[in-house]
């Protein structure tokens, strides 16, 4: 069956400028969640998406936002780009809660010059 | 706050020795979680344990859920070159996941 998919897989952005990335869990898999990887803070929760609701949110400013659609497919959309939010960022999917494993797709590296 | 804390951060060994990395808490976790990655790509889920001193075996890793259900530990028998990554793990609670900030291992030939 097929993986998550995250598109695009890299993108180049100016400061002030905002980007949206795209993911498709696998078939099944109602929840989605989002998270971005810098070298200096490892793996930081962004938000979870539930059936089209946002079921849990990490610490991020609003300038970081998502939504996800009624077949599964989410988008995270991140505004006024800074150059600190250059990072990949990976999507997770899994059929409930997750406690018994995501599936990560291979992330959108993201560079903001 | 809960908190998973990985050991080592980063280890360096030989292709054929065995080592253990440890995620500890002071917290109680549904679930333990252990993941592999590699440069520029997503985590791959290797195990899920769920239950107090279970123990489950994937080839040459070993993976150990501690009786308390607040620490687990990965052991790596005769490390071979393919087994380089990060090694992350992760604590299931209340509907989010607890990420330690991971293990890189690299495994000379």
């Known amino acids: 069956k097929a993986g998550v998919t995250q598109t695009p897989r890299y993108l180049i952005k100016t400061r002030g400028q905002q980007v949206t990335l795209s993911c498709s869990p696998i078939s099944g898999h109602r929840s989605v969640s989002w998270y971005q990887q810098t070298p200096g803070q490892g793996l930081q929760f962004l938000f979870e998406?539930?059936?089209?609701?946002?079921?849990n949110k990490g610490n991020f400013p609003g300038r970081f936002s998502g939504r996800q659609f009624s077949n599964s497919r989410s988008e995270m959309n991140v505004s006024t780009l800074e150059l600190g939010d250059s990072a990949l960022y990976l999507c997770?999917?899994?059929?409930?809660?997750?406690?018994?494993?995501?599936?990560f797709g291979s992330g959108t590296r993201l560079t903001v010059v | 706050t809960q908190l998973l804390e990985q050991s080592p951060q980063f280890l360096s060994i030989q292709e054929g020795e065995n080592l253990t990395v440890y995620c500890n808490s002071s917290?109680?976790?549904?679930?333990l979680q252990w993941y592999r990655q590699e440069p520029g790509e997503g985590p791959v889920l290797l195990v899920t344990?769920?239950?107090g001193g279970e123990v489950k075996k994937l080839k040459r890793l070993t993976f150990q859920f501690g009786d308390a259900r607040k620490d687990s530990s990965l052991h790596i028998t005769a490390a071979q070159p393919g087994d380089t990554g990060l090694y992350l793990c992760?604590?299931?609670?209340?509907?989010?996941?607890?990420w330690g900030a991971g293990t890189k291992l690299i495994i000379k030939p």
């Open positions: 992760a604590g299931g609670s209340n509907y989010q996941l607890i």
């Open positions: 997770a999917s899994s059929r409930g809660q997750g406690d018994y494993g995501y599936t």
């Open positions: 998406y539930f059936s089209e609701t946002q079921r």
């Open positions: 344990v769920v239950t």
């Open positions: 917290s109680v976790f549904s679930s």
